[in-house]
């Protein structure tokens, strides 16, 4: 009875909460209150594939489901995003009939990284992805090696691991257990570099025993090829692999034979889709039919936004605030467009869940690569238009260029009267809608 009212109570409130336009972690908030062990009771599907990591969660999820799906297969996943454990068990409970039993055939979430280890407390995944590790949030998670021992505690000797061979740290994971991980990665690439070309560089030295690492190439920041002499930390072979991509192009080629067609051509978009490759192929499905659905899909998830302001076309970003590797991806997009653009950047909120000033994390964002003269305009906006206007002048990009406007209306009329080119602009969730408001979105 009491796991019968429980899941009556979390459909009803999420109903309602459809009708508010919210409530995606509410109704499981007042489930494991009513009782905390619910998610214990319910009956799982064989298969509960788990998605973690600094970056990509989301996309990885969203792109996985649609594959599954256009198999036939019948998910449920936290498609809002909501990843802690009361997003996780409204959703589980949802799909549950009143006795408990999931109806899906398969349960696909995306997990954050810091609260996996009471999420995974009541249910083990079968599949557990981790797609990376990098400096994120830092006033709430640390140094990236905090969270990788806290991420450790929600892993499973039952699980099976599939790993990003390509991260150094995230390969830390699999220490031990080599023999029974599933790694992904991709194969040396023509632009690769030698060199680490970011900022900072966190693969300097070896997350297992802190010697020296060595880099035979890097696809950026710290993921590529590396070894420790040391102690023998190395990047492993991999079975599922890039073995060629093309970004200018537009695809990749997976494992020598799967060719896709990419929507987004960025290389952590080329991470998130090989891992949902690796997990759809794990559950049976050939990597013909993976491709095929895969190929030019947009993502639903807004972290891409096209819109029309007056004559111009222009793309939305939507960047990780407090999250480097974020921006810097999403710069690089903007500077592969072959035609000339307009970039503004908005920094409002820092957070949607907490306040703070803090804005170190500007200085640890390549802005250096808006240098290219194809980026014939900068605007900055926001609250923190200053503190990035701050972070410019430390830049070799000619000032002439840039433009400080603190309300995002008013950036918004300078674009429109002034703007050269095509429009990105690159900002986070909490402020996305501030701008694409007061424009024409086109798609989402």
Known sequence: MRTFLTILVCKVLRWAGKLLGKGSSMPGRIALKLCPDILQKVQMPSYVVAVTGSNGKTSTVEMMAHILKSNGIKVAYNQEGSNQIEGVATFILNDCDFHGKVRSDLILLESDERFARHTFRHFTPTHYVITNLYRDQLTRNGHPEWVFDILRESISPKTKLILNADDPLVSCFGIGREEEVVWFGVDELPQDTKECMSLYNDGAFCPHCKARMHY?????????????????????????????????????????????????????????????????????????????????????????????????????????????????????????????????????????????????????????????????????????????????????????????????????????????GDIFVITCFSDKEKFLSKVEVTTA
């Open 216 to 420: 035979d190439y890097y696809h950026f920041n710290h993921i590529g090829g590396y070894r420790c002499d040391n102690c023998g930390h190395h990047k492993h072979d991999t079975q599922f692999t890039v073995t060629k991509a093309d970004l200018e192009k537009g695809y990749v080629v997976i494992n020598g034979k799967d060719r896709i067609t990419l929507a987004l051509r960025g290389m952590y978009n080329v991470y998130n889709l090989l891992a949902a490759y690796t997990v759809a192929s794990l559950l049976g499905i050939p990597g013909k039919e993976i491709a095929k659905d895969i190929s030019n899909y947009m993502l639903k998830n807004g972290r891409v936004v096209t819109f029309r302001l007056g004559t111009h076309t222009g793309t939305l970003l939507a960047s990780k605030h407090e999250n480097s590797i974020s921006y810097d991806q999403s710069i690089q997009l903007a500077v592969s467009n072959p035609r000339e653009c307009t970039v503004l950047i908005i920094v409002d909120a820092i957070s949607r869940k907490y306040f703070t000033s803090e804005v170190s994390w500007l200085w640890d964002i390549d802005f250096e690569k808006l240098s290219d003269d194809r980026v014939r305009r900068i605007v900055l906006a926001g609250r923190y238009c200053n503190d990035l206007a701050v972070r410019f002048s430390y830049t070799d990009i000619p000032q002439e260029r840039i433009q400080v406007v603190e309300e995002i209306e008013g950036a918004v009329e300078e674009l429109n009267k002034e703007a050269q």
